[in-house]
């Protein structure tokens, strides 16, 4: 058990990517390595007999944090982080073990069973949600750019009406055209004369998000990606610092927010980004924060963590 939480830990600290299911964990990787420190020093307890006696208290203690940290994810994003809850059962087996093994030798490998099966279930469910898609939620919408624009009250806006010439436009089939002299056209064969090479609309990704005011409004990241960060989170700093020196900076967009706007716009004043807009999505379609949603061959991509967003915008955004 320690040795493989040991080993996630490097896994992830190297990887760059955060650990917290829900986000809600926004120091995701200091309480990854110090989880694992913690079951390392409950397997020394065990190896080492002189230290039996601090393995009662260590579990206790572990198992006071595993609830605070289910209470406070609970409370961040209204939802219990299944992570958590699959340590915090692995804690609550050592800890069950610690005192009814001492009856019963019997025991010890009932609770290491239980041990191994949890550890594989968290194992598995973690490579399952690594291979899923991105949900879609409701606040996500793809749409074609050939779609009739929506009409109120019986009318057309000017605007509207200049979509529709244009799209028109774009729809009509485009006929190549030759250099060619009029005999070479009339010594061709008609089918090469009628051939029509189509123009595909293209096509458009949104994400529904909402101002400070409580207004929605479509952000388009067929045309610039957005950042999805959290105000107190370590990692979502770092990468406002770096998106703070671009030109062309992505859409902001702070997830988790109950309503602390000013407490928004102080942590992005910190990574000199003051009076910059911002926006809300209160269910983000991802598992991680900072994240970069974009889109590519007219489908919603991610890149999640830190250096996997700045790698991403060193290459798309000529930094």
Same mark, same amino acid.
């Given at each position: 058990m320690s040795l493989v939480s040991v080993a996630t830990t490097i896994y992830f600290i190297i990887s760059g990517t955060d650990y917290c299911a829900l986000s809600s964990c926004i120091y995701s990787k200091p309480v990854l390595f110090i989880g694992s420190l913690f079951y390392l020093a409950v397997g020394l307890t065990y +190896?080492?007999?002189?230290?039996?006696? @601090?393995?009662?208290?260590? +579990?206790l203690t572990g198992m006071g944090t595993h609830i605070a940290l289910l209470c406070y994810g609970y409370f961040a994003s209204g939802g219990l982080c299944p992570v958590c809850l699959v340590f915090a059962s692995v804690t609550a087996l050592l800890t069950a073990g610690n005192f009814l093994t001492k009856k019963s030798v019997r025991f010890c490998f009932v609770f290491a069973a239980l041990t191994l099966l949890t550890m594989a279930g968290l194992t598995w469910t973690s490579s399952a949600s690594e291979n899923q898609?991105?949900?879609?939620?409701?606040?996500i919408m793809a749409t074609q750019a050939s779609q009739e624009p929506e009409k109120q009250g019986g009318a057309t806006t000017a605007n509207e009406d200049k979509c529709e010439t244009e799209e028109a436009?774009?729809?009509e089939p485009?006929?190549?055209?030759?250099?060619?002299?009029?005999?070479?056209?009339?010594?061709?064969v008609p089918e090469q004369a009628e051939q029509r090479i189509p123009v595909q609309p293209e096509k458009t990704v949104t994400i529904t998000v909402q101002r400070i005011d409580g207004g929605k409004i479509n952000l388009d990241i067929s045309k610039k990606p957005a950042l999805l960060f959290a105000p107190e989170c370590s990692a979502c700093h770092k990468v406002l610092s770096y998106v703070s020196s671009l030109t062309?900076?992505?859409?902001?967009?702070?997830? @988790?927010?109950?309503?602390?706007?000013? !407490?928004?716009?102080e942590e992005m004043a910190q990574e000199g980004m003051t009076g910059e807009e911002f926006y809300i999505l209160l269910k983000?379609?991802?598992?991680?924060?900072?994240?970069? +949603?974009?889109?590519k061959d007219g489908e919603m991509e991610v890149e999640i963590g830190d250096?996997?967003?700045? !790698? @991403?915008?060193k290459m798309h955004r000529g930094a």
């Open positions: +190896l080492l007999s002189y230290l039996g006696r @601090f393995r009662t208290p260590l +579990l898609s991105i949900p879609v939620s409701d606040t436009k774009n729809n485009v006929y190549e055209e030759s250099e060619a002299s009029t005999e070479d056209r009339e010594d061709r062309d900076k992505p859409y902001l967009v702070s997830v @988790f927010y109950r309503g602390e706007a000013e !407490k928004v716009k983000p379609p991802v598992k991680g924060v900072p994240a970069l +949603l974009y889109c250096t996997a967003v700045e !790698k @991403f915008l």
